[in-house]
């Protein structure tokens, strides 16, 4: 790397994450426990392992039923994947969309889900989530929520839905965890809540029964203790920073190194060391254009390239590693991106265009400019450039013949107006050299696999039984039980919240 490159910066690092998170940590980042191992003196009616986006409210609401609650964190401070979150949110039925004149129903939201998800999303969990959902999204507003005031829409980049009933906080995730920690607050003065930051769940106690009674944590100083509980919910995450774990769960491997650093698994871990499973692996979808610092797994993610067609439609064509094109480029649907990219080797692809489309073209590798795309080649090797395409395919690593024949073939379409792949939008033939390659690879923010929950979100065995006082909500339990193989708008963020909201609300039994 010869050079400096201007958009370095861009890349996302979890090392620089994690130093700002440890620098901010105040507020609600309680101290970490003492050294004593002893068990607490009165068993916890709630402990709950991660605070994120679905045990902040599950301990909030178990609160204000009078529990005595311990969230145990593994970072300096609450707040989970929600520092990174865009906060994406549905809700059907909200006075949001009542005050704005739109008509919509839980029903027409549990039915979007099962279409736009193929029918693989779990449908007791969905039902769960939609059917209670406006209820979650009331009470955030009503708590200071500033709601995007364009919101709620039908949809952004992913498969819209069939009623505007998606929203974004105007902050993103911070918007969410700011109404979360205030709410949140009143029970720690009280002491009704107590938070260990920095401190991991390294055990599950259980009874000669099996039951689970109450969680062995590790401070930060190496310190152990036991804590005792009625009822222990594990909602500390997923694992995308966990790249062993993914291509153990999932069976693909982790290309980005752009997620929140403490997914890691851990509550996963937890509960299968005493007799819980984990499914929805299967339902593996990746995301599609990332553009990756180098090559090592995981790499940071410098840029994306997710052109939404309707908005910015592409100028240049995606072709696989033998050089051949694999998907409509023009098709107006992330989903049908992803399906494509998903059966990929290595889920890779390139985008190839010319001089005179990187002339011509809106900026489409991001918001990069024609010079900072010229600049990346010889800095980043994702970036190919050469005289021929030959010479281009073999910088690309690409099959040369595929490749020509590839680009013989699209400008044939593009001069006849008939694309073999029924693409509309060809404003130009690749034909003015130098020609450009772009590597574009697929990178996870979530992950699709979990514990296995019943419709209670007990924690379950293979047999369908339930680990008695063992529960599980959030990420933990796999985006593929709330939206299947898809990307579902808010179907990761509002069921986190809706059942850390239940459980503590309703679910849990509380000791008198």
Not at 309 to 324: E, F, L, M, S, T
């Amino acid at each position: 790397m010869a050079k400096a490159h201007t958009r370095a910066a861009r890349g996302i690092s979890k090392r620089s994450f994690l130093s700002a998170v440890t620098a901010g940590a105040v507020g609600l980042a309680a101290s970490a426990p003492g050294r004593a191992a002893a068990a607490d003196a009165k068993p916890w009616d709630l402990i709950v392992v991660g605070g994120g986006t679905a045990g902040l409210p599950a301990a909030i609401f178990a609160a204000q039923r009078g529990a005595r609650v311990l969230i145990v964190e593994a970072a300096g401070q609450v707040g989970g994947t929600l520092f990174l979150s865009s906060g994406q949110m549905s809700a059907a039925g909200t006075k949001l969309q009542k005050s704005k004149g739109i008509s919509d129903t839980a029903q027409s939201h549990y039915d979007d889900i099962m279409r736009i998800s193929k029918g693989t999303a779990n449908p007791d969990i969905v039902r769960l989530a939609v059917f209670n959902a406006a209820d979650t999204f009331d009470w955030l507003v009503e708590n200071g929520l500033m709601v995007h005031p364009a919101h709620p829409v039908t949809g952004t980049t992913h498969e819209p839905y069939s009623a505007a009933r998606y929203a974004w906080g105007t902050e993103g995730g911070m918007s969410i965890l700011a109404v979360l920690e205030r709410q949140l607050q009143p029970h720690i003065d009280s002491k009704k809540v107590m938070v260990l930051t920095s401190t991991e769940a390294v055990e599950l106690v259980k009874d000669a029964k099996g039951g689970v009674t109450g969680v062995v944590t590790k401070d930060e100083k190496g310190a152990f203790a036991r804590h005792a509980a009625h009822n222990v919910l594990l909602s500390a995450g997923g694992y995308a920073s966990n790249s062993q774990m993914f291509a153990e769960l999932e069976g693909a491997k982790d290309y980005s190194d752009v997620s929140y650093p403490y997914s890691q698994g851990a509550g996963i871990k937890l509960g299968v060391a005493v007799g819980g499973y984990v499914r929805g692996g299967e339902h593996h979808m990746p995301l599609f254009g990332g553009v990756m610092r180098d090559t090592g797994i995981p790499s940071p993610m410098i840029v994306t390239m997710r052109p939404w067609p309707p908005d910015n439609p592409p100028w240049g064509i995606y072709v696989n590693v033998n050089g051949k094109r694999f998907l409509r480029e023009d098709i107006p649907s992330h989903d049908a991106h992803e399906e494509a990219l998903r059966v990929q080797p290595d889920e890779r692809c390139w985008v190839v265009f010319d001089s005179e489309i990187l002339d011509k073209a809106p900026p489409f590798i991001g918001r990069w400019t024609k010079q900072e795309v010229m600049d990346a080649v010889g800095y980043y090797d994702a970036f190919a450039r050469a005289d021929t395409l030959e010479g281009l395919a073999k910088a690309a690593g690409v099959d040369a013949a595929g490749l020509a024949a590839t680009v013989a073939a699209y400008n044939a379409g593009q001069k006849a107006g008939r694309d073999a792949l029924g693409r509309v939008h060809m404003p130009l033939p690749l034909v003015r050299a130098p020609f450009y390659a772009v590597r574009l690879q697929s990178w996870v923010l979530s992950t699709f696999a979990g514990l296995a929950v019943d419709k209670d979100l007990r924690v379950i065995r293979q047999d369908g039984a339930p680990i008695p006082n063992l529960f599980a909500a959030g990420e933990l339990i796999g985006a593929g039980a709330t939206m299947g193989r898809s990307y579902c708008g808010g179907m990761l963020v509002t069921p986190a919240l809706t059942f850390g909201r239940l459980l503590g609300q309703k679910m849990l039994k509380f000791s008198a």
